[in-house]
């Protein structure tokens, strides 16, 4: 049995229970399960399945949950007696048992290789370019890549003739080695189903289930009295006013992250010393008075909405992913083609390498341990690939040093006299930073914790911040954006927050009201849906009583003045003009700016490959986010119709976008009659601000099942019950519009669609754009379309003077 680092503790406190029966209250069944547990392994039977294997496998490692697509991992582990707790419910007992016929794969044994392809061919296994999934496999020269069921990670099988000479087990992300083994089970994909059922097999272990009203039944048990931990909603005071009576108790506190972790030990050790904040995931909290233990949760504490984090987590593509055909770049000998990966024998030692094609011909082998050197080519498609003649690579790049060197000088110019610009330096977080960080009611991901920290740390330097933070729509940025402008707020300093259209100022308007409402601090909004109040407005950002002002474009005017401005965030910064940009980049040399974007623009982008400006990358989904899957058709009545009433029928709301307000009125008449059965509303970018705000508030309040809107919607909108999108003329759009118009659905665990709707002939450039739409809809794929942007429209004229 396996305890989670620091958990011990808590188990050595709960007192054995004997019985079997156990009141139904959550979390009785956890208390009865912890108590067991010298008996492992153990299986437990239980209604609360899911909420159970969450909250045991947050103490102990090896934990199994059962369910019909995990069968023969369960049943091998049952096998090997390899888990520590097997959590069922009861209609799980009676899913049939496999018959589990596996071939073992060892180290040094003899097999044959066409064999072994044949194998896992006959078993289901499905062979794909890389491993990612369980039950895939590829080869690659005398390498052979499964992940087998059953087991947690994939397997990498090395061959040398018909000898099985290396296993390793290998990360499906990054496709690296992790380290080797000895031996290996493969089993079939979809084995045949045996006549016993789970319920059988597991009565030879100790076992557990629900029912009745008492602990324990058996004459020499215990009854205990214990309580689910209350709810304390936010309130510190009045959960530090509960520690305190629970004196002379061991008190335990659960954090989500070493991050959390930290900041409740700055919170609370001071005046708490013997509370033991450990990482660790519960449901709930619970108090065992006969033991005198007290564990508490995030949930009690702060209503969290907590989600374990997944142990893979989806990341930008690796170079691993370049196809046979590509472009690349090699340090040393330029621009080549990538032909795909050969395995090079060199003496006895035989080496994958990639093999990159040259001009007349010529081509290298660069070894794995050396492919740092090589990047995948980003730019123009019509470009020459090198010559390997002497010097021919190294005269290019002296040539483009020497043509940059001008204007390479008057950007070190800018930038230097950003850092040499007197900026005012944050201090250090407050006590208050970290209760409103503590508030946050999920768990932040490793990339949004990380761009946190790239931020503050700019801001506590002596010279202005700029930087971009890239994370596709709806991974958090907002919430990094907010951590960052109270930092400066509790400076004194005040926070301009720019957003491109009013519906997205609005959003994020209630959004930092929500989160600092507790705190003192004022924020406003400046936008047409405030003009009665815009006198007062402008006065009170003038005279600084306000903290945090939020606006379009309008934030520009020349009327608007702060008393002490120290932070500007630009929120989709791709979406504001040329005169705009300009106004901004005034303020760029005196005052930190933060700029957020899913798709950045291709200069932009460019600029922060390049290093010139400083970059963050969110990359990483919330939990339980799926891709949205995305569809081309032709305008087709019968289509459309299937499409909505689908949505509609299973709860959900569709967007309908069509981008010309002159024909609004008529699309809206055809998809009555298409649709008579659902109610439509109407939302453009001429309606007065009242009645705009009224349609928007009915759809969010689902008095509306379509929204027939122009683009106005791009940005910002979020609707977790919208979960269909169709855009009419999508060959219209940009890749970043198409883009961060399908961010506005997939924003809950449900199914998300994107139609695309296109005429039969197209110009090839706006072709290009709707496919690369629909082949970039995995999660994380809005830096991948910003890249493909760049080498679609190239960096534009990011040398010239004028830029």
């Known amino acids: 049995m396996k305890i989670r680092g620091g958990l011990s503790g808590i188990v050595e406190r709960i007192p054995e229970i004997k019985g079997k029966v156990l009141p139904p209250p959550y979390p009785g069944i956890l208390l009865l399960t912890l108590s067991s547990l010298k008996q492992s392994p153990l299986c437990v039977v239980t209604e609360d399945k899911e909420k159970l294997g969450e909250d045991i496998s947050g103490i102990l490692k090896d934990v199994l949950s059962l369910s019909e697509k995990n069968t023969v991992e369960v049943a091998a582990a049952i096998e090997r007696k390899k888990f520590s707790v097997l959590v069922l419910s009861p209609e799980d007992l009676e899913i049939p048992f496999p018959i589990l016929k596996g071939r073992e794969i060892k180290r040094g044994m003899y097999l044959e290789w066409e064999e072994f392809l044949k194998l896992l061919s006959d078993w289901g296994y499905e062979r ?30 090395e061959f040398s003739e018909d000898e099985v000479v290396s296993l390793r087990n290998f990360d499906p992300v990054s496709q690296r080695s992790i380290n080797k083994i000895n031996s ?34 058996s004459p020499e048990g215990k009854i205990f009295r214990f309580e689910v931990a209350p709810y304390f909603e936010r309130d510190f005071k009045n959960f530090k006013e509960h520690l305190k009576k629970l004196d002379g108790y061991t008190i335990y506190f659960l954090s989500s992250s070493p991050g959390e972790k930290e900041r409740l030990k700055e919170l609370l050790e001071d005046e708490f010393p013997g509370l033991i904040i450990e990482e660790g995931y519960l449901s ?100 020459e690939i090198s010559s390997l003649a002497k010097g021919v690579w190294e005269r290019k790049k002296r040539r483009i040093k020497e043509s940059v060197k001008e204007i390479a000088r008057e950007l070190l110019e800018l930038y230097t006299r950003r850092k040499k610009s007197k900026g005012f330096a944050c201090s250090p977080d407050t006590l ?63 926070v301009a927050i720019l957003t491109p259209t009013t519906l997205l100022a609005e959003q994020h308007y209630f959004t930092f009201k929500e989160r600092l409402e507790r705190f003192p601090v004022r924020v406003e909004l400046l936008s047409r849906f405030t003009k009665n109040r815009e006198k007062e407005i402008l006065k009170d950002l003038e005279e600084g009583r306000i903290d945090i002002i939020i606006g379009t474009h309008r934030l520009l005017s020349d009327d608007v003045k702060f008393r002490d401005l120290g932070l500007v965030i630009i929120d989709e910064e791709h979406r504001f003009g040329v005169l705009q940009k300009e106004k901004l980049k005034k303020l760029r040399i005196n005052v930190d700016v933060l700029s957020m974007s899913a798709t950045p623009i291709p200069r932009t982008l ?14 990483t989904p919330p939990p339980g986010r799926k891709a949205v899957e995305t569809e081309i058709i032709h305008w087709n009545d019968g289509v459309i119709r299937e499409v909505i009433l689908r949505e509609v029928e299973r709860g959900g709301q569709v967007f309908f976008i069509h981008n010309r307000i002159e024909t609004i009125e008529g699309v809206r008449k055809k998809l009555e009659r298409i649709v008579p059965e659902v109610s439509i509303g109407v939302a453009h970018g001429r309606m007065r601000s009242k009645e705009l705000e009224r ?109």
């Not at 690369?772 to 995995?778: F, T, V």
Request: contains cysteine.
């Open 128 to 157: 794909t370019e890389f491993v990612r999934e369980k039950g895939e496999f590829a080869v690659r020269g005398c390498v052979v890549d499964v992940f087998p069921v059953g087991e947690s990670v994939p397997v990498r099988v």
């Open 184 to 217: 290996v089970v493969i089993h079939p994909r979809d084995p045949e189903k045996g006549k016993v059922t789970f319920g059988e097999v597991i009565k030879e272990f100790p076992w557990i289930g629900e029912g009745g009203n008492l602990i324990d039944l």
């Open 284 to 383: 709930r909290g619970f108090i065992i008075h006969d033991t005198r233990l007290a564990v508490f949760t995030e949930m009690d504490l702060f209503g969290r909405s907590l989600r374990k984090r997944e142990k893979i987590e989806i990341k930008t593509e690796p170079l691993e992913t370049l196809k046979e055909g590509d472009l690349v770049v090699h340090e040393d000998y330029g621009i080549g083609v990538f032909e795909g990966m050969e395995l090079l024998k060199v003496g006895n030692t035989e080496t994958e390498c990639a093999v990159v094609r040259y001009r007349d011909n010529a081509r290298i082998y660069v070894p794995v341990y050396f492919m740092h050197r090589l990047s995948k080519y980003i730019g123009k498609e019509d470009i």
């Open 432 to 494: 208050w930073q970290r209760e409103m960080e503590a508030l946050f009611p999920y768990e932040e991901t490793e990339d949004q914790l990380r761009a946190i920290e790239e931020i503050k740390q700019d801001l506590e330097a002596p010279y202005p911040m700029d930087r971009l933070l890239c994370g596709e729509v709806g991974y958090g940025k907002t919430e990094v954006a907010l951590r960052a402008a109270f930092k400066v707020v509790m400076d004194g300093k005040q």
């Open 606 to 619: 460019k600029l922060s490959l390049s290093g010139f400006l400083d970059f963050s990358l969110i990359e």
């Open 695 to 803: 349609v928007m508030r009915d759809f969010i309040e689902k008095r509306y099942d379509v929204l027939l809107s122009t683009a106005i919607i791009e940005a910002g909108i979020d609707i977790p019950n919208a979960n269909t999108i169709i855009i009419n003329n999508a060959h219209r759009f940009g890749l970043a519009e198409l883009h961060q118009l399908r961010g506005r659905v997939g924003r809950s665990p449900r199914k998300a669609f994107c139609y695309l709707i296109v005429p039969e002939r197209m110009r090839e450039e706006a072709r290009k754009r709707v496919f690369a739409i629909k082949q970039y809809s995995h999660l994380g794929a809005g830096f991948k379309i910003a890249k493909l942007d760049l080498e679609m429209r190239g960096a534009g004229n990011i040398l010239g003077k004028e830029q």
